[in-house]
């Protein structure tokens, strides 16, 4: 059996359009992303990028873990700086490190992800997500922190599913697993996006993220070189000789910083 279903249900009933226009976040007084523009369509995006490039930084500023600067746009409607507000504006974001209850069960975990809902309607997406995640039924009373990490991953994305998203967020979510799961979870959020929620999705490993992409950007410290429909970027000078150690074979209609990025 696989860890989901042929479609999922939970999820918003309208996809999510998202317009990051100027943006800057960082730390402090360090800026890691400056003046950055991009657009999340319907479908599966992916961002690329070297470690420290602010792919993480992207996602706690849209997220509003950390204070961005700049316009976001969710729909065409700015969006809120607090994280709880963002939460009930459609957006979810499953971590780094899934970020779980070790000590508390896969229902429990579950549960607190569409803990904003009512108790009966909370009772009917925990349902739903056993249905759309049929493994997790099997260990629905198995505490977290006893999974495998690509156990634990899949718990993560549910409970993330559970707030019924219009936009999912991830954030390296095949880092560490094996590669048989990371199969499996690229599936997962490629059938998620086809099922009518919106992915924005950080990953690491460019060929297969790019496999299951619609379209992708590409990171290199805090600023955009690389844009286009992922079938494009996956044959572009950018990705082939700095990420997938081949000679380019075309670069096609990929933006570049010389002119506006587009998706």
């Known amino acids: 059996m696989m860890w989901y279903a042929p479609s999922f ?25 400056r003046d950055l523009t991009l657009e999340i369509k319907p479908g599966l995006t992916v961002i690329l990028g070297p470690n420290g490039a602010g792919k993480t930084t992207l996602l706690k500023a849209l997220s509003g873990l950390i204070p961005r600067g700049g316009e976001v746009l969710l729909n ?15 957006m979810a974001l499953v971590a780094e490190g899934r970020q779980l209850f070790p000590q508390m069960t896969v229902t429990e975990n579950l549960e607190l992800g569409g803990w904003l809902v009512a108790k009966a309607e909370r009772a009917r997406r925990l349902e739903q997500a056993f249905t759309d995640f049929p493994k997790l039924r099997e260990r629905a009373q198995q505490l977290a922190g006893t999974m495998s990490g ?5 718990v993560a994305v549910a409970r993330a599913m559970m707030s019924a998203p219009c936009l999912l967020m991830l954030d390296e979510p095949s880092l560490g697993l ?28 460019v060929k297969k993220a790019l496999a299951v992409a619609d ?12 844009s286009g429909p992922a079938a494009l970027l996956a044959r572009s000078t950018v990705i082939r000789e700095a990420y997938l150690g081949a000679a380019p074979a075309s670069s096609g209609s990929i933006s570049t910083p010389s002119a506006p990025a587009r998706a």
Not at 9 to 33: E, I
Not at 79 to 90: A, D, F, H
Not at 215 to 226: C, D, F, K, Q, S
């Open 9 to 33: 249900v939970l999820g918003a009933s309208s996809q999510a359009h998202l317009k990051v226009l100027g943006l800057s976040a960082g730390y402090g007084a360090f800026l890691v992303l």
């Open 76 to 90: 065409g409607q700015a969006l809120p700086v607090k994280t709880s507000e963002i939460v009930q504006r459609g």
């Open 150 to 154: 690509g156990e634990q991953q899949m």
């Open 178 to 205: 094996a590669p048989r799961m990371v199969d499996e979870l690229l599936a997962i959020t490629r059938r998620i996006a086809d099922s009518g929620t919106t992915v924005l999705m950080v990953e690491q490993n």
């Open 215 to 226: 379209r992708g950007y590409v990171l290199e410290r805090g600023t955009l070189v690389a």
